[in-house]
Nanobody, 116 residues
Framework: QVQLVESGGDLVQPGGSLRLSCAAS????????MNWYRQTPGKERSFVAY????????KYADSVKGRFTVSRDNAKNMVYLQMNSLKAEDTAVYYC?????????WGQGTQVTVSS
């Protein structure tokens, strides 16, 4: 059974940094794309970042390009999201996602709040 567990969310001041982590289990992690999404109340979940199975290829939402960096450690079954220069509009619940056998699996999310 696919399981994704996010962690690392916190309250941070504008301009600050956070690193989110996602621990994956129940599937052959090293063979799958991984994605980060975020969601704010009343809005649909939106794409943040993508990383290929080897970590060679990454993609980002325009709103986070140059500030966020996605990475993975296939030996540890972990994917990370380094977030720098955080803005108030980055406040959201952040989720990691894997698509295994055609089914999207999500973690429970981790809250990031950017506020002074």
């Amino acid at each position: 059974q696919v399981q994704l567990v996010e962690s690392g969310g916190d309250l941070v001041q504008p301009g600050g940094s956070l690193r989110l982590s996602c621990a994956a289990s129940g599937f052959a992690f090293r063979g799958y794309d991984m994605n980060w999404y975020r969601q704010t109340p009343g809005k649909e979940r939106s794409f943040v970042a993508y990383i290929s199975p080897s970590g060679t290829n990454t993609k980002y939402a325009d709103s986070v390009k140059g500030r966020f960096t996605v990475s993975r450690d296939n030996a540890k079954n972990m994917v990370y999201l380094q977030m720098n220069s955080l803005k108030a509009e980055d406040t959201a619940v952040y989720y990691c996602k894997a698509r295994v056998a055609g089914v999207d699996s999500w973690g429970q999310g981790t809250q990031v709040t950017v506020s002074s």
